[in-house]
T-cell receptor, first 117, second 112 residues
Framework: GAVVSQHPSWVICKSGTSVKIECRSLDFQATTMFWYRQFPKQSLMLMATSNEGSKATYEQGVEKDKFLINHASLTLSTLTVTSAHPEDSSFYIC?????????????FGPGTRLTVL | GENVEQHPSTLSVQEGDSAVIKCTYSDSASNYFPWYKQELGKRPQLIIDIRSNVGEKKDQRIAVTLNKTAKHFSLHITETQPEDSAVYFCAATNFGNEKLTFGTGTRLTIIP
């Protein structure tokens, strides 16, 4: 299957600092990538759609100035959590759709566990 | 927007028995329905998917059925094994949209 990587796999930071998470599609190009957040024992909640060459589309209730998204190339999207606070501690997962003969299939990155102290 | 409901939230079955997880969706335009398995602290892994032009799809011990009229789809796991224990998520999307809407998840426990 397709491979999507994320870096870092985990990060601990102090309150008020910014953290950047990278998502890469390793064997295919992705004009669109998705960023999700998952709290313990909960489902994946879509935060935003990252679009290569244009602005990201944010879901309702997600602060675009706090969660900065940059889709720098066809294989890389970054999510920066600015001025992180303890309530931002969560599991952040990206996904990318890979085109196939019968349609797109979404593949997920391994996730980044963010802990804000 | 799309709304996906998933039941049950927890399910325990004896090893070797079958497990069934059900989801309903609200948007009649949705036409792609994947199922993901997530182990603790790991990424969701696609285990099977179905598109709206078919009613059933099977891959070894796993099958998915889709009823477009009723707007529900189900995951069936037969001959369950301990390694099937995980959280399973259904999802739905309109193919052109690509945004997945996830169900709330089902924690499946296989009892040896």
């Amino acid at each position: 299957g397709a491979v999507v990587s994320q870096h870092p796999s985990w990060v601990i930071c102090k309150s008020g600092t910014s953290v950047k998470i990278e998502c890469r599609s390793l064997d295919f190009q992705a004009t669109t990538m998705f960023w999700y957040r998952q709290f313990p024992k909960q489902s994946l909640m879509l935060m935003a759609t990252s679009n290569e060459g244009s602005k990201a589309t944010y879901e309702q209730g997600v602060e675009k100035d706090k969660f900065l998204i940059n889709h720098a190339s066809l294989t890389l999207s970054t999510l920066t959590v600015t001025s992180a606070h303890p309530e931002d501690s969560s599991f952040y997962i990206c996904s990318a759709p890979k085109p196939g003969l019968t349609g797109d299939t979404q593949y997920f990155g391994p996730g980044t566990r963010l802990t804000v102290l | 927007g799309e709304n996906v409901e998933q039941h049950p939230s927890t399910l325990s079955v004896q090893e070797g028995d079958s497990a069934v997880i059900k989801c309903t969706y609200s948007d009649s335009a949705s036409n792609y329905f994947p199922w993901y398995k997530q182990e603790l602290g790991k990424r969701p892994q696609l285990i099977i998917d179905i598109r709206s032009n078919v009613g059933e799809k099977k891959d070894q011990r796993i099958a998915v059925t889709l009823n477009k009229t009723a707007k529900h789809f189900s995951l069936h796991i037969t001959e369950t094994q301990p390694e099937d224990s995980a959280v399973y998520f259904c999802a739905a999307t309109n193919f052109g949209n690509e945004k997945l809407t996830f169900g709330t998840g089902t924690r499946l426990t296989i009892i040896p």
